[in-house]
């Protein structure tokens, strides 16, 4: 993993947590107490928030700022649940 910020990949970072936790770009902008299309246009203009925003973000997906910023899970565990659980789901939506 590298520590090089990538804004590509920080926005990425954040659609993939919110595909997880079944939440929107709208929503997640109104949890962090901004405007509904704020995430979105921060996504599509490659936005570089403020270390607030950040914060909030990473407390509002439960995740660490490291993994936002750079990519770095703290839990090791979190990706093992997460594979485990899309594969449960994959297996009910097969049935």
Do not use: C, H
């Not at 090089?4 to 920080?10: G, S």
């Not at 595909?19 to 509904?36: A, F, V």
């Not at 996504?43 to 925003?53: A, C, G, L, S, T």
């Not at 899970?73 to 485990?84: D, G």
């Amino acid at each position: 993993m590298s520590t090089d910020f990538d804004i590509v990949q920080f926005w990425q970072r954040i659609k993939d947590e919110l595909k997880y936790k079944g939440l929107t770009q709208k929503e997640l902008s109104t949890e962090i107490g901004k405007e509904p299309r704020l995430i979105e246009t921060q996504i599509y203009n490659k936005f570089i928030p403020d270390i607030r925003e950040t914060l909030e973000l990473a407390r509002v997906l439960d995740v660490s700022i490291e993994y936002l910023i750079f990519g770095i899970e703290k839990n090791p565990y979190k990706e093992k649940y997460k594979n485990l659980k899309n594969a449960v789901q994959n297996a009910i939506n097969e049935n």
